[in-house]
């Protein structure tokens, strides 16, 4: 035992960073993940600790080293505490790229906050362990004589210091070459992951929280130089037979009664293309990944026009991303009439779901612009803004102001958040305006209050295009006064009926969506009185689900527990209404938040190239996919979800392995060729120079 003690105090500082390190993993992983697949995440940080016990064991100085041990170690609580207090908000993890956010999220979130840190104490004092004992092991070294007898007895300084670094590039290069590739090469995979595909939650999941953010980190600071991959082949078999189109898409919106002699003119059924010669482009290209991303566009098929196309040619178009929106908010005809009415009566679809967790600027990157966002790698705080001088021709601000429509946009909250009075003038909208231009008080802003004050600077325009970032259904879901909606709403909620025996969290998100409720009326009465309802569209998508509510609260909704892995959570309503609609058109296939611009292009009867968006036309004929943050999936058979990795069948029977792969793959191209484009702001060199949604800016200027 003494001899034990004397290594421990010779060998303090490797011995203290390897073991906090790899306990710190351990409570972490086991409070977020709630598993005990730890073996990765734990090796990974021992070259670490190694590390940090050399560079401290420098400084022969005990004072120095003391503060090294507690700098350290504050900085490395701080990192994992503060991944856990920020999953309890957010169900996802921080990034460098937000850090530039720090501030403004403090303001918006101290609350919240708040609130996680408490629900979250006794996971940081057990992640604060190490620290708590940090003083008693110093104290104890110093306790324990270790004389220069005892020192040349275990090996010189030099000698040791020689193995400590040794013996840390043999563990980093024996997980890099022998424990990853134990694990397999497939998708997804520890190698995968460490390799070729960036998924942060799953990085954290199977390599660590301490891997995640130094390659993290090291993006943020330095950039990843990496080879545009990708699998055409995966692309191929993406258009449903005419029996699946007929299955997946019902209902007309021409009424259900028509003249048998009537002959209708054929469907145009040409590919939604631009004349881009992306096989010339390849050949002239000396870049490689652009060569590979116009080789990519070359062979993929591209979706076609269909019956729907230029359905709402020269109508208006109300767009609004809907904070935290979700089926939930929908409680029936009585209590929320409008949202009942807009799901119910236009285009539903029945099997829509939401890209993200969290994060509004992701969502509303997708929801805007058709493509995946950088997730966890743009060097900023979000790709719109790491985007905000590239091109982005498709969006709807953009083409409908190259038509010379007045496009303007709202949000309850400050223009200035998420810097999108940077990021949206790329996207058409010139006026962008928020709560200090609009005259809006309280935390979360009234969606009602933004419409009224909003609404006269276009509703009287010949045509007009309006997007509304909405804000009302923001968490804290509390019956107290951290939530003005709430507070607002609570004695509607509190005396529905149908809302008896929800919990307190679940009647408050429905008080707080009672305003984007309201909201809603308020433009439908608006529009009816201007004789507008025919002639307008009213599309709403959310950002993210609702991370406020847990998976218990979230089931509440649902009558039922969440039996894939929580992937539930991400179901949701795409609303597409018109006044002009007969009857409704039910949409089976799935689809999701990157689908919505290509559906509202076509229906527009906008010309586009819909090879160069992530997502497909809804109406068309190509098979359907709803894609998740995580690269995720739903397929019209089956459910993958990576996080747990399980696949659950939908239909009763066994999933392909061969379809599953090829599903596989084509996520990762799509996540892969939207960095890629937004990196190399790959439109500017394709799109025509002369295309409706590049020229508006020369027309205003």
């Known amino acids: 035992m003494e001899r034990f003690k004397r290594f421990a105090a010779a060998n303090f500082s490797c011995v203290y ?3 906090m390190l790899m306990f710190m993993e351990l409570v972490f992983h086991i409070a977020i993940f709630k598993d005990l697949r730890v073996l990765y995440p734990m090796l990974s940080v021992l070259p670490t600790g190694l590390i940090l016990g050399f560079l401290t064991d420098l400084f022969k100085k005990a004072k120095i080293r003391k503060i090294i041990y507690w700098t350290v170690s504050i900085a490395l609580f701080l990192l994992y505490a503060s991944q856990v207090v920020y999953y309890r908000i957010f169900f996802s993890f921080w990034t460098m790229a937000q850090v530039t956010m720090a501030g403004d999220a403090v303001t918006n979130f101290f609350t919240a906050m708040l609130i996680a840190i408490g629900q979250s104490a006794l996971k940081l004092i057990i992640l604060a362990l190490p620290m708590i004992a940090l003083p008693f092991g110093l104290k104890k070294r110093k306790q324990v004589r270790v004389t220069r007898r005892h020192r040349s007895r275990y090996m010189p ?11 840390a590039v043999i563990i980093y290069l024996c997980n890099i070459f022998v424990m990853l590739p134990l694990g397999g090469k497939g998708a997804y995979t520890p190698y995968d992951l460490y390799h070729n595909t960036w998924v942060m939650d799953l990085s954290v999941q199977k390599l660590g929280m301490l891997y995640t953010a130094k390659s993290d980190l090291q993006y943020a600071i330095f950039g990843f130089d990496e080879e545009v991959t990708l699998d055409v082949d995966a692309e191929l078999e993406s258009t449903l037979t005419e029996e699946e189109i007929s299955s997946s898409v019902e209902g007309s919106v021409i009424g259900s009664e028509t003249e048998s002699s009537v002959i209708e003119p054929a469907v145009d059924t040409s590919p939604n293309v631009m004349d881009i010669d992306f096989e010339a482009l390849a050949a002239a290209e000396e870049d490689e990944d652009l060569k590979t991303l116009h080789t990519y566009f070359a062979n993929l098929p591209p979706t076609g026009k269909n019956e729907y196309t230029g359905m709402f040619e020269g109508y208006n178009l109300i767009l609004i991303c809907a904070e935290s929106f979700s089926p939930a908010a929908v409680v029936d005809e009585e209590l929320t009439p409008a949202l009942w009415k807009l799901t119910h009566e236009g285009f539903v679809f029945e099997n829509y779901w939401t890209t993200f967790p969290s994060n509004t600027t992701n969502g509303e990157y997708t929801f805007l612009t058709g493509l995946f966002p950088d997730t966890a790698r743009a060097k900023t705080n979000g790709t719109f803004v790491a985007s905000k001088d590239n091109c982005l021709p498709f969006c709807m601000g953009s083409v409908l102001r190259g038509e010379g429509v007045n496009s303007v946009a709202y949000h309850g909250h400050t223009a200035s958040y998420y810097k999108r009075k940077e990021t949206h003038p790329t996207i058409g909208y010139l006026t962008y305006k928020g709560r200090n231009e609009l005259g809006l008080t309280g935390w979360p802003e009234s969606d009602l209050d933004t419409v009224k004050k909003s609404i006269d600077e276009y509703i009287n325009d010949e045509r007009f295009h309006v997007y509304y970032m909405s804000v009302s259904g923001h968490h804290n879901y509390k019956m107290s006064d951290v939530n003005s909606m709430v507070e607002r709403n609570e004695d509607t909620v509190l005396n529905y009926a149908k809302l008896d025996g929800y919990s307190e969290a679940a009647k408050s998100y429905v008080a707080c969506n009672l305003e984007l409720e309201y909201a809603l009326e308020y433009l439908l009465d608006t529009l009816e009185q201007k004789g507008l309802l025919e002639n ?9 689900y609702p991370y406020g509510l847990t998976d218990k609260e979230h089931a ?18 795409f609303i597409l209404w018109s006044g002009s609609m007969e009857e409704p058109v039910y949409i089976s296939k799935p689809c999701c938040s990157v689908d919505v611009l290509p559906t509202l292009l076509n229906l527009f009867g906008i010309e586009y190239d819909s090879r160069l968006l992530s997502g497909k036309d ?11 943050a995580n690269q995720s999936f739903i397929t019209d058979t089956f459910i993958y979800n990576n996080s747990n990795e399980k696949v659950y069948s939908l239909n009763g029977e066994e999933v392909d ?9 084509q996520v990762k191209n799509k996540f892969t060729v939207a960095t890629a484009i937004s990196i190399n702001d790959y439109y500017d060199l394709v799109v025509p120079k002369d295309y409706v949604g590049r020229v508006w800016k020369t027309q205003t200027e």
């Open 17 to 19: 960073f390897t073991g």
């Open 157 to 167: 300084v030099r000698q040791k210091r020689i193995i400590v670094i040794a013996l």
């Open 618 to 628: 809804i109406l068309s004929d190509s098979k359907g996919m709803a894609v998740l």
């Open 556 to 573: 509440e909704f649902l009558g039922g527990e969440l039996d894939w892995g929580g992937m539930e959570r991400y179901k949701s309503n």
């Open 536 to 544: 307008t569209v009213i599309a709403l998508a959310s950002d993210h």
């Open 657 to 665: 392995e061969v379809y599953l792969e090829r599903c596989i793959a």
